[in-house]
């Protein structure tokens, strides 16, 4: 096992903490517009590319759709891409998200939960994001700003993985996290560097055009390929089949990825797919994402000092969503509460119709409530936490009837 | 020819036949046909061709390509001679 590397400690806030992952990153290109609560990451950036800092491409762009497509063309050139973006800016990126998906390019995207309009908002829910994550990109969801940095690093390594070539998402809470300052720290740039390596481009085949060769898959004058060109009802779904196998394999490298990470850093979540906390003899526990987890284990240790035997567990990579763990653990359990910062009009929270999906016909089962809460920003204070898990153990008694239940609402 | 398997075609969306092997003229309703007789043999309609399905060696009577060919009635358009017809 490698040797955790000395590390320094600044004062970052999440914004902050993910614009250095980028610095260290070796990245070639960055496009993306400004767009609260992810303009700290792009000011920060184009710092670095003013400054002399780093040897990287800064493309100013009118649009976020614009943003992505330059992503898009740098990533099939061969590049190391990234970009960021919040809510409105990320509904905007919508068409060119399922096209970086399936063209397999490995993008890296940091997104900072914002509510998407309307009304207008600059705060905090996962909606946004929600609203992307059939999009066929890898998300993952973090706690703090510690883990946006870590995270957005880990993202590029698991990206181009030539098991996955798939863009990654990666997010933190608007303002919870990218605005609030924490001590985080950072690995040597030559650390991260070796982490990284340059961006390989994977080899394919086409024997019909370029004969035996192994070919890059890239724009190259020397081999050219066509990336995009119509693909109808004869051709469409087999590609649609590849990148559903390529989530799939994501599982393993992502799990890897987390683990070479927390080798170097020290520093791990969970088992990289989702971090329980206080679970072994609960008897309910809570389940959610992003930073109101960490609330979250205050009162796991507040209540289980007056005895009760509650635990939570986070959530953090959505897609793949980790079902044969979640699956495996949930049914430990007599109740779970399951927190959704987001809501799909017309039925439940994201988390919860995914955690009953995965949770139908097991044995076992526990009963489970959706619990909505923090739309636009709204707070989570610990006392309505407290209430949630409250309900959440009478639900033990009373069953869960109604599952359904908006917290935080007048 | 049996159609090929996701694991039998390259990733990304990348064709795997080059382009000349997609017969984009198998959608056509109407097929240019040229008149020998009237033909000024100008070049005028393989100039036009947006998609370079008129073969054409600068002398003789240029000929459409119609596995190329799309008929959308261009060459037609712009004959001066009127010695292109498109045919159903």
Redesign the interface.
């Known amino acids: 096992m490698q040797k955790v590397v000395k590390q320094r400690m600044m004062a970052l806030n999440g914004d902050e903490a993910v614009a250095w992952a980028v610095k260290q990153s070796n990245v070639d290109v960055v496009s993306a517009y400004p767009i609260t609560p992810q303009t700290l990451i792009v000011e920060r950036i184009s710092e670095f590319v003013h400054n002399g800092e780093v040897d990287m491409e800064f493309i100013k762009v009118e649009s976020e759709h614009s943003a992505l497509s330059a992503c898009v063309g740098a990533a099939a050139a061969g590049a190391r891409a990234f970009t960021a973006t919040a809510a409105n800016g990320l509904q905007l990126m919508f068409e060119i998200l399922y096209i970086t998906a399936?063209?397999?390019?490995p993008v890296v995207m940091v997104v900072v939960n914002r509510a998407p309009s309307g009304p207008i908002n600059i705060h905090c829910d996962h909606n946004d994001t929600m609203g992307a994550r059939d999009s066929g990109w890898i998300q993952i969801y973090t706690e703090d700003a510690q883990e946006a940095y870590d995270s957005t690093i880990q993202a590029f390594k698991i990206s181009e993985n030539p098991e996955v070539?798939l863009p990654t998402m990666v997010t933190l809470d608007g303002f919870f996290i990218s605005h609030t300052l924490q001590n985080v720290s950072l690995l040597p740039d030559e650390v991260v560097h070796e982490f990284l390596g340059v961006r390989k481009v994977p080899k394919?085949?086409?024997?019909?055009?370029h004969g035996d060769k192994e070919v890059p898959?890239m724009l190259n004058p020397r081999y050219p390929?066509?990336?995009?060109?119509l693909?109808l009802f004869?051709?469409y779904f087999?590609?649609k089949?590849?990148q559903i196998?390529?989530m799939m394999r994501a599982y393993k490298v992502i799990e890897e990825v987390h683990r070479e990470y927390a080798e170097i850093s020290g520093r791990s979540y969970g088992d990289g797919f989702i971090e329980p906390y206080r679970i072994d003899d609960a008897d309910v526990v809570v389940v959610g994402l992003g930073s109101t987890m960490g609330t979250t284990k205050t009162i796991v240790d507040e209540l289980r000092e007056e005895g009760k035997k509650v635990g939570s567990i986070r959530v953090r990579v959505f897609r793949p969503f980790p079902r044969e763990r979640l699956k495996k653990v949930l049914c430990n359990f007599d109740a779970v509460g399951v927190l959704d910062r987001g809501i799909s009009f017309g039925h439940y929270g994201q988390l919860y119709t995914d955690l009953c999906a995965t949770l139908y016909g097991v044995k076992d089962a526990p009963a489970m409530i959706d619990f909505v809460y923090g739309l636009g920003g709204r707070d989570m204070p610990p006392k309505l936490l407290k209430k949630i898990f409250e309900e959440v153990l009478e639900a033990r008694v009373k069953g869960p009837e109604p599952v359904f239940r908006i917290k935080g609402v007048r | 020819m049996s159609k090929r398997g996701w694991q039998e075609i390259p990733i990304a969306g990348i064709p795997f036949l080059e382009s000349t092997e997609y017969h984009t003229g198998d959608w056509k309703v109407f097929r240019p046909v040229i008149d020998e007789q009237k033909c000024v043999k100008c070049g005028n309609c393989w100039m036009f061709c947006p998609d370079s399905a008129i073969e054409w060696d600068g002398e003789s009577v240029p000929k459409p390509n119609y596995k190329y060919c799309k008929g959308c009635g261009i060459c037609a358009e712009e004959c001066p001679a009127k010695a292109i017809e498109m045919v159903r």
């Open positions: 399936s063209l397999r390019l070539l394919i085949k086409v024997p019909e055009i898959l390929l066509t990336f995009g060109p693909d004869d051709y087999e590609h089949r590849q196998e390529a």
